[in-house]
């Protein structure tokens, strides 16, 4: 059974740090690509970053955020830095193989979420 596990959401003022990490079990995602969305309140989900041997970021996150994975593990990462207030949502992690990595429709797996909240 495939599962995706993120962890490392929570609570933190506006310019601190957070990692999320996105534990993979059931398969390989060695040719999937890796995504990161997420989902603020009342609104829809947004790709925030990917890698796929490539990496993508949304200009909202470009220069703070830095998407990462360690193979061995089977973990992608994604250290937010500098948070703000309007980062705040609900983190998704997704893997799929998928040839737009910044859509969501192209993801196959899903995790099941976790929360990001900076106060201000």
């Not at 220069?63 to 207030?85: C, W």
């Not at 983190?91 to 909240?117: D, H, I, K, M, N």
């Amino acid at each position: 059974q495939v599962q995706l596990v993120e962890s490392g959401g929570g609570l933190v003022q506006a310019g601190g740090s957070l990692r999320l990490s996105c534990a993979a079990s059931g398969r390989t995602f060695s040719n999937y690509a890796m995504g990161w969305f997420r989902q603020a309140p009342g609104k829809e989900r947004e790709f925030v970053s990917a890698s796929s041997g490539v990496t993508f970021y949304a200009d909202s996150v470009r220069g703070r955020f830095t998407i990462s994975s360690d193979s061995a593990k089977n973990t992608v990462y994604l250290q937010m830095n500098s948070l703000k207030p309007e980062d705040t949502a609900v983190y998704y992690c997704a893997a799929g193989r998928t040839v737009a990595p910044r859509s969501a429709l192209g993801y196959e797996f899903w995790g099941q979420g976790t929360q990001v909240t900076v106060s201000s």
